[in-house]
T-cell receptor, first 112, second 114 residues
Framework: ETGVTQSPTHLIKTRGQQVTLRCSSQ?????VSWYQQALGQGPQFIFQ???????GRGNFPPRFSGLQFPNYSSELNVNALELDDSALYLC???????????FGPGTRLTVL | GEDVEQSLFLSVREGDSSVINCTYT??????LYWYKQEPGAGLQLLTY?????DMKQDQRLTVLLNKKDKHLSLRIADTQTGDSAIYFC??????????????FGKGTKLSVKP
């Protein structure tokens, strides 16, 4: 059974640029959630995707958007990057019928 | 509002028990979780408890839940140096019958001294 994978591992962007982060869910998991973890903080929920549609969103602006594909993998897109977007971005996959979310290793985004 | 509070640091000696505490605010939360994060890594699910339970034991881990006080604790027996990490408490609110997503505390950094 393959766990949750994310790419890239690290990324450096400049303010105003756009970025796409990718996540492959654990085998058989149909739901993907994205979280932002700033340095020294706990993860904060960005949004969740189920059946290729957004299924819940946290307190993040519209420049944070996402996609889910038929194979349940997902992308997080962030437009017009700001310095405060620098964080570890975590993807978690789950089954809608399950109480467990399993996290990937994260993508470390640095915005200069 | 929704908020999860944890103490930021805990230091113990190898072989002792560690107790990490957490308080949460949303009484509708159906599940409460403990995750472990090692440096530079993602989150590892350690255990979780359903809100109608008082206690759950899983090998060296014991979770205690006081629903009246909205207090959750994680006890690690015979703490080892490999247990050094940041431990996150998380609640999963139940919004009108549908399961919301996880709300995390800021994490407790556990340091285990040999």
């Amino acid at each position: 059974e393959t766990g949750v994978t994310q790419s890239p591992t690290h990324l450096i962007k400049t303010r105003g640029q756009q970025v796409t982060l990718r996540c492959s869910s654990q085998s058989g998991h149909n739901t993907v959630s994205w979280y932002q973890q700033a340095l020294g903080q706990g993860p904060q929920f960005i949004f969740q995707y189920y059946r290729e549609e957004e299924n819940g969103r946290g307190n993040f602006p519209p420049r944070f958007s996402g996609l889910q594909f038929p194979n349940y993998s997902s992308e997080l897109n962030v437009n017009a990057l700001e310095l405060d977007d620098s964080a570890l971005y975590l993807c978690a996959s789950s089954l809608t019928t399950s109480n467990e979310q399993f996290f990937g290793p994260g993508t470390r985004l640095t915005v200069l | 509002g929704e908020d999860v509070e944890q103490s930021l640091f805990l230091s113990v000696r190898e072989g002792d028990s560690s107790v990490i505490n957490c308080t949460y605010t949303d009484s509708s939360s159906t599940y409460l979780y403990w995750y472990k994060q090692e440096p530079g890594a993602g989150l590892q699910l350690l255990t979780y408890i359903f809100s109608n339970m008082d206690m759950k034991q899983d090998q060296r881990l014991t979770v205690l839940l006081n629903k009246k006080d909205k207090h959750l604790s994680l006890r690690i027996a015979d703490t080892q140096t490999g247990d050094s990490a940041i431990y996150f408490c998380a609640e999963r609110p139940n919004y009108g019958g549908s399961q919301g997503n996880l709300i995390f505390g800021k994490g407790t950094k556990l340091s285990v001294k040999p």
